[in-house]
């Protein structure tokens, strides 16, 4: 492998704006047209010798023979991105894939281009040495990730169809991150080994509207924002789930000496902990519960209207724990106003929680060979991946992205300035390759 030659792969997939959008007739089919020929260009043995199965519109699904296929592996990423707010303050063009400060920037660098860039040159540089796996390794890549599409549910019923059971899967998620917890210098190699469940809801205040000169009380702007007040102000219960007493547990070595005992005996002191961390910022307490946003809103079409229908969208993220039904028990019972019609858009369940057996080990070992100053654990994903449809036909579904990444880098995820460092993406590579190097017979 060649630094420029992988470098420039990646630049040629993050040049094509391939965004996907909930609504079908506004995706730019040709885009995604565009990047599955570009990917077949960039990697012609990956698609000389894997087996290719098309899934939805443009999603691929690859399968690499290995010398035996009892116990395949899965790795997973996306090729759709976000949209680009037109007025977001980029330094340098979204979609222009331009190297600065020894970085690709460009929309996707890190969700997820990056990682299938990486995977794929991982596979390629092992065919050109004419390696076979240990066992099948299957390549999934969806195109509508981004607006939890059918894609990654029809690459798991085409796996179901042909009886593959994947020993583990790994898909995009957690990082090497550095600045990860306060008072924790050392850098985390943060495995996802469960996500929370996303649902959103719409809440809903019909009235009679009128002229604004003329107001009621109680109409359903003020309904509505009421409901959303009482929301903000009563929570779900927090609690400290297993994965994060162990992410805990493992920081402590690293941590100061003022968190390191708490961190220590984080299973015996999860109420203490628990207040802690819903004290410590948004961050840090969103670790510990079912989080509530209010996303969208919308009422009169006139300033001098009054409302005869008013609207919030609310997403939430379901912690482990939690389900559904008790989230909706939960919001019903805190708005307390039939007035508010309450509608599910949305919802999944969290995610099981995949063991820390031999296939977490695998993980965890491989990322203490590539990145040694890290430190390997696991974690609870706050969001959602195309990886919680494999859970179906998988107990041990990871989520890890092999790739540095700094807290402004994290932030810039569905945000502004997206970009992946030129040595991160090919340590990276590394990753995946020594990874599928190290799958046992």
Known sequence: MTTDRAVAKLQALVRIPTVSH?????????????????????????????????????????????????RPVVLMAHLDVVP??????????????????????????LDDKGALVAICEAVETLLEQDVTPAQDVWLSFGCTEEVSGESAPLAVAELERRGVRPWFVVDEGGAIAAEAFPGVAAPLGVVGVTEKGVTSLELRVDGRGGHASTPARNGPT??????????DRHPMAASVPDP????????????????????????????LLTRVLVAAGPEPAAMTR????????????????????????????????????????????????????VTVVESSEPSPISPRDDAFELIESTIAEVFPDAVPTPYVMMAATDSRFFTRICSRVYRFAPFRMTKAQRESIHSYDEHLGIEAFLDGVRWYRRLIERIPG
């Open 222 to 231: 003020a309904r509505l924002a009421r409901a959303i007040t009482r929301l």
């Open 84 to 109: 680009v707010e037109e007025d977001a303050p980029w330094r340098h063009p979204p979609f222009g894939a331009e190297i600065h400060d020894d970085a690709v920037w460009g929309r996707g660098t």
């Open 244 to 271: 994060t007493v162990e992410l805990l547990r493992r920081m402590a070595p690293h941590a100061s000496t003022a968190l390191r005992p708490l961190m220590a005996n984080a299973g015996r002191l999860r109420p």
């Open 290 to 341: 079912t989080t509530f946003a209010v996303t969208t809103l919308s009422g009169s079409p006139a300033l001098n209207v009054i409302a005869s229908t008013a609207r919030a969208g609310v997403n939430i993220r379901i912690m482990v724990g939690d389900t559904v039904a008790t989230v909706l028990d939960h919001v019903r019972k805190v708005v307390d106003d039939d007035e508010v019609q």
């Open 22 to 70: 909930r609504d079908r007739g506004l995706v730019d089919t040709a885009a995604f047209d565009a990047f599955v020929a570009e990917l077949a260009r960039q990697f012609p043995l990956l698609h000389e010798r894997l087996e290719l199965t098309r899934v939805d519109s443009h999603g691929l699904l690859f399968r690499w023979p290995g010398r035996r296929a009892d």
